[in-house]
């Protein structure tokens, strides 16, 4: 039999999260963390899902290549070890393919090379997610590694959306665009929203509104992004949890003239500080909810800004795509906080938004509808899986080059 298996790798600058899956149903084997790498009090927490016991340990992980190490032993215990004949790939999710990679890539030399052309513009995460394929690759190097790109599902958009109206040879040079991120997450929802419409996805045009810790919204008609709310970096957009979002450019050279501060101290500001943790303390939806409960105007304010960008950018996207089937709010806000998603879409009934108050406050896991059934728009909550989607794009091209169906 061929092999199945897909281990999806997400590595970051400290941390490995990982997850192994059966592409013949798409279920988890088992998922699991290495954090604080580098660190001496590293932490790897590992579950099995045959006995959903989590085990793991807290010692000193001094690199990646030690990390991944960890998780093969670990993994080798529940006889899924990365030696395994039916493991089939490993899936690695690469933040930022530039505009070269349009689709999910097997990785050669080549491609480790381009990867590396782009750590100017991805200096946070393409070096980490690099050194992950890298120490893969030593561990397995008979195995097909494919790297998946959170920028890829945004580069159908227009040059219209992708330029900035700046100088087109500064922009070339320096090659300053608008990229997008989180695409794994909005192509998997938008695709799941056509299906919970029982349509094709060719058919339907839909504003994913991927609320997290970081946050972006995207156009998608017919299956293709137009346009997306992430720019150059991740800073562009919606408020986030740590991120401003969109702001007056001019910000930066009057905190850089009047205020003293280096690059690196805004840099800093405007993505560690600001969003909803900059204005009130807070960058959990559920502690500002708390807080707006008791009164808190901080709160309530860091809400208000939020809700009000979000909403922007609702009737941004509306116009963009002409004709929008529906909405879909996802990842950790998007799908549990109810009281977001009804303030996103208040006041906009002419547009044919509207949420049914009881619907929004259903909790669950599978996707969902909030509108009433009449709505002109549906509404919906769709959870994210990027893992499932990053596994879904390996296996898929594994396979095809392999010339099997
Ligand atoms: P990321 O992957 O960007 O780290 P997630 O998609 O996991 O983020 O979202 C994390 C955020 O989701 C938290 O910071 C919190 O604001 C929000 N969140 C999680 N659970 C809830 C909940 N039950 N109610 C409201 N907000 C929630």
Do not use: W
């Given at each position: 039999?061929?092999?199945?298996?897909?281990?999806?790798?997400?590595?970051?600058?400290?941390?490995?999260?990982?997850?192994?899956?059966?592409?013949?149903?798409?279920?988890?084997?088992?998922?699991?963390?290495?954090?604080?790498?580098?660190?001496?009090?590293?932490?790897?927490?590992?579950?099995?899902?045959?006995?959903?016991?989590?085990?793991?340990?807290?010692?000193?992980?001094?690199?990646?290549?030690?990390?991944?190490?960890?998780?093969?032993?670990?993994?080798?215990?529940?006889?899924?070890?990365?030696?395994?004949?039916?493991?089939?790939?490993?899936?690695?999710?690469?933040?930022?393919?530039?505009?070269?990679?349009t689709a999910p890539t097997v990785v050669?030399?080549?491609?480790?090379?381009?990867?590396?052309?782009?750590?100017?513009?991805?200096?946070?995460?393409?070096?980490?997610?690099?050194?992950?394929?890298?120490?893969?690759?030593?561990?397995?190097?008979?195995?097909?590694?494919?790297?998946?790109?959170?920028?890829?599902?945004?580069?159908?958009?227009?040059?219209?959306?992708?330029?900035?109206?700046?100088?087109?040879?500064?922009?070339?040079?320096?090659?300053?665009?608008?990229?997008?991120?989180?695409?794994?997450?909005?192509?998997?929802?938008?695709?799941?929203?056509?299906?919970?419409?029982?349509?094709?996805?060719?058919?339907?045009?839909?504003?994913?509104?991927?609320?997290?810790?970081?946050?972006?919204?995207?156009?998608?008609?017919?299956?293709?992004?137009?346009?997306?709310?992430?720019?150059?970096?991740?800073?562009?957009?919606?408020?986030?949890?740590?991120?401003?979002?969109d702001m007056d450019p001019a910000v930066?050279?009057?905190?850089?003239?009047?205020?003293?501060?280096?690059?690196?101290?805004?840099?800093?500001?405007?993505?560690?500080?600001?969003?909803?943790?900059?204005?009130?303390?807070?960058?959990?939806?559920?502690?500002?909810?708390?807080?707006?409960?008791?009164?808190?105007?901080?709160?309530?304010?860091?809400?208000?800004?939020?809700?009000?960008?979000?909403?922007?950018?609702?009737?941004?996207?509306?116009?963009?795509?002409?004709?929008?089937?529906?909405?879909?709010?996802?990842?950790?806000?998007?799908?549990?906080?109810?009281?977001?998603?009804?303030?996103?879409?208040?006041?906009?009934?002419?547009?044919?938004?509207?949420?049914?108050?009881?619907?929004?406050?259903?909790?669950?896991?599978?996707?969902?509808?909030?509108?009433?059934?009449?709505?002109?728009?549906?509404?919906?909550?769709?959870?994210?899986?990027?893992?499932?989607?990053?596994?879904?794009?390996?296996?898929?091209?594994?396979?095809?080059?392999?010339?099997?169906?």
């Amino acid at each position: 039999m061929s092999p199945t298996r897909v281990l999806v790798l997400n590595s970051g600058s400290s941390s490995v999260k990982y997850q192994l899956l059966d592409m013949r149903d798409g279920s988890r084997l088992a998922v699991g963390l290495v954090e604080r790498i580098g660190e001496e009090s590293s932490q790897l927490k590992h579950t099995p899902l045959a006995t959903g016991e989590t085990r793991g340990f807290t010692a000193a992980v001094p690199d990646h290549d030690a990390a991944l190490k960890a998780v093969a032993a670990e993994l080798a215990k529940d006889g899924l070890g990365l030696d395994s004949p039916e493991l089939a790939a490993i899936g690695h999710r690469v933040v930022h393919g530039g505009k070269h990679f349009t689709a999910p890539t097997v990785v050669d030399d080549t491609v480790l090379a381009e990867i590396e052309r782009l750590i100017p513009v991805a200096p946070l995460h393409n070096p980490a997610n690099l050194t992950g394929i890298r120490t893969a690759r030593a561990l397995r190097p008979d195995l097909p590694q494919v790297a998946v790109f959170d920028t890829a599902f945004h580069t159908t958009m227009p040059e219209s959306a992708a330029r900035y109206a700046i100088d087109v040879r500064t922009a070339d040079e320096h090659r300053i665009r608008r990229y997008g991120f989180h695409g794994t997450s909005h192509a998997y929802v938008s695709r799941a929203t056509a299906e919970l419409l029982g349509r094709a996805p060719e058919e339907v045009n839909v504003i994913v509104l991927h609320l997290g810790n970081g946050a972006s919204a995207s156009a998608v008609r017919g299956g293709r992004c137009v346009d997306t709310s992430m720019g150059l970096t991740p800073l562009e957009g919606l408020v986030m949890g740590t991120r401003s979002g969109d702001m007056d450019p001019a910000v930066i050279f009057h905190l850089m003239r009047v205020g003293g501060m280096s690059a690196d101290e805004i840099d800093t500001l405007l993505n560690k500080k600001s969003g909803l943790i900059g204005l009130c303390g807070d960058n959990d939806m559920r502690e500002i909810r708390r807080r707006i409960d008791e009164g808190d105007e901080a709160a309530q304010l860091a809400f208000d800004i939020y809700v009000h960008r979000l909403k922007k950018y609702i009737g941004a996207y509306y116009a963009v795509l002409g004709r929008v089937d529906a909405v879909a709010f996802t990842a950790g806000v998007g799908e549990n906080a109810a009281p977001v998603r009804a303030a996103a879409v208040a006041g906009l009934e002419a547009l044919g938004l509207t949420v049914d108050g009881e619907l929004n406050a259903v909790r669950g896991d599978a996707p969902r509808l909030i509108s009433p059934a009449d709505a002109r728009v549906a509404v919906a909550v769709v959870p994210t899986d990027e893992e499932l989607e990053i596994a879904t794009q390996t296996y898929a091209l594994v396979k095809a080059a392999q010339g099997r169906p």
